[in-house]
């Protein structure tokens, strides 16, 4: 396998200049020093308060003064790899590769066979990442879909290894939200590792959490993300401020609020292990103001993606985006334009890492021909994202003096060297129009096809049966700690 992904951006979009960045960056300090961070964990409130922060208990709300949210950020590493299983997937986060994943946690998926929408359970956990794991666009996962025929003390270890039982691409997840869970996780990647320092080498398992916008975050929350930096396995921290709701209506109050909440987060993180690998991670949009909805898809996204980027690289960090994940209820042209708008937005910028591939409705619903359509819109998006290259090769006047006027260059020996680096769809509809009115199909029915026979076809092989049984032992443990 061969991962399709970025790693010679030639193009770029400016969307803040250095002015604005450093106006977004100084309102976001006034904001973490003079209103605050609500971090409702003892023992974050601790740490900042050692550091530094002035923390109010009674609110849980501290604020951090920017000397030291700088100096704690400061430790943060500017680049490091999220490790696969297989180390020739694995993947450098060095601010010159861009990655495709999928996205979670939907919870409804449309039936690959059927074509009915109905509710996620298990097994299509393992059938979204078989798919997934066929697609050279795929990167990484997440876990794209909620397990909700599990128990739910067990339901969010159970997805990730239905996930490493079918692929051995990275995960990184979005369901481990407390403590105990990310206590499991961290035991059950190091059975996959071996043992905990090799984990702490190769970090398998990456872990993104969500803040609380406006300007707060989640007790449990919070203490997996401790939980995870203390084990050395990437951490990130993803806004989802919504302009006019979570969020200020203009775009720049709304970037300074999710800056706020992340920035918090990862000082934080710094704090408790200094060194230890995070990321930004952000999905803003704009709320619906007709409706009061989350869009899924609009300018505001892209814009959103854009500057994002621009501000995870004036801090340094890398930076997980949302950008596939549509508002669109079906695979048709409004998910194609968003899809594609986004990705572009945020590749274009140096996003490292993408999110959403597959998902419908704003991250509810799964389309198994939307994931092989959005791998589809990846392809394109990285074509066009190497620019164009000039040298005495690509000028190509030799051959240019060979052919001569009113010739052809179908025949020259430099149009055979090259004629590969030519991007070729696999789902693209370039046939002629005859032949599509003889048939009148194209590439949604084309995707769901090859969907279907990936899920028919492609088995790849299971984990080993005495690493399931250890990894079933540790969920099972987990969920005793949770009755206890």
């Given at each position: ?27 976001t300090?006034e ?42 950020l400061?430790?943060a590493?500017?680049?490091f ?6 180390p020739a997937?694995?993947l ?13 946690c ?16 298990l ?7 078989r798919v ?7 990167a ?9 025929d ?14 490493w039982?079918?692929s ?13 869970e ?18 702490r080498r ?17 007790g ?6 401790l939980?995870?930096a203390?084990?050395?396995?990437p951490?990130g ?19 300074v ?12 993180m710094?704090?408790?292990?200094p060194?230890?690998?995070v ?5 803003q ?8 909805a ?12 854009a500057a ?11 930076l997980?985006?949302?950008?596939f994940?549509?508002?669109?209820k079906?695979?048709?042209w409004?998910?194609?334009?968003d ?14 890492m ?32 190497r ?14 003096r ?9 025949a020259?020996?430099?149009t ?8 070729l ?19 949604r ?7 279907r ?9 299971p984990?080993d049966?005495r690493?399931?049984?250890e990894?079933?032992r ?5 969920a ?5």
């Amino acid at each position: 396998m061969r991962l399709e992904t970025i790693d010679d951006r030639r193009i770029s979009l400016n969307v803040l200049d250095d002015d604005a960045v450093r106006l977004i960056h100084a309102a976001t300090l006034e904001t973490i020093e003079s209103v605050g961070v609500r971090f409702p964990l003892p023992r974050a409130l601790d740490l900042l308060e050692a550091h530094g922060a002035r923390v109010d208990r009674s609110s849980a709300v501290a604020r951090i003064p920017a000397p030291v949210l700088m100096k704690a950020l400061a430790e943060a590493p500017p680049a490091f790899t999220l490790p696969a299983l297989d180390p020739a997937l694995d993947l450098p986060l060095d601010g010159r590769h861009s990655y495709l994943g999928t996205d979670g946690c939907g919870v409804e998926v449309i039936d690959a066979v059927t074509g009915v929408r109905r509710r996620s359970t298990l097994q299509d956990v393992a059938d979204a990442a078989r798919v997934a794991d066929a697609l050279d666009a795929i990167a990484f996962h997440w876990t794209a879909l909620s397990a909700q025929d599990r128990p739910v003390a067990t339901r969010s270890l159970e997805e990730l290894l239905a996930i490493w039982n079918v692929s051995r691409k990275h995960v990184q997840t979005e369901t481990i939200v407390n403590g105990r869970e990310a206590r499991a996780a961290v035991a059950m990647a190091a059975a996959l590792a071996g043992g905990r320092e090799e984990l702490r080498r190769r970090p398998i398992l990456s872990l993104t959490q969500c803040t609380v916008s406006p300007l707060a975050h989640e007790g449990g929350s919070l203490e997996a993300g401790l939980v995870a930096a203390e084990a050395g396995l990437p951490i990130g921290y993803m806004t989802m401020a919504s302009c006019a709701s979570t969020g200020p209506c203009t775009l720049a109050g709304s970037l300074v609020v999710g800056n706020a909440e992340v920035l918090g987060a990862l000082a934080l993180m710094q704090m408790a292990a200094p060194g230890c690998p995070v990321y930004y991670a952000a999905a803003q949009t704009s709320m619906d103001l007709r409706t009061g909805a989350y869009t899924g898809g609009g300018p505001e996204d892209h814009l959103f993606a854009a500057a994002t980027c621009v501000l995870a690289d004036f801090y340094k960090v890398p930076l997980s985006m949302g950008a596939f994940a549509t508002g669109a209820k079906e695979a048709d042209w409004q998910c194609a334009l968003d899809n594609a708008l986004a990705a572009f937005a945020a590749a274009v910028n140096g996003a490292d890492m993408l999110l959403g591939a597959g998902l419908l409705h704003g991250s509810r619903i799964l389309a198994y021909e939307m994931l092989v359509m959005d791998a589809e819109i990846w392809s394109l998006v990285r074509t066009m994202c190497r620019g164009i290259e000039v040298s005495d090769e690509t000028l190509a006047l030799h051959a240019i003096r060979d052919v001569g006027p009113g010739g052809n260059f179908l025949a020259h020996r430099h149009t055979k060297a090259h004629m590969r680096e030519l991007w070729l769809p696999k789902i693209f509809d370039r046939r002629p129009y005859s032949a599509w009115e003889e048939k009148r199909d194209g590439a949604r029915q084309w995707a769901l096809d090859r969907a279907r026979a990936i899920l028919r076809d492609h088995r790849p092989q299971p984990l080993d049966g005495r690493l399931q049984a250890e990894l079933q032992r540790i969920i099972q443990g987990a969920a005793a700690d949770r009755a206890a």
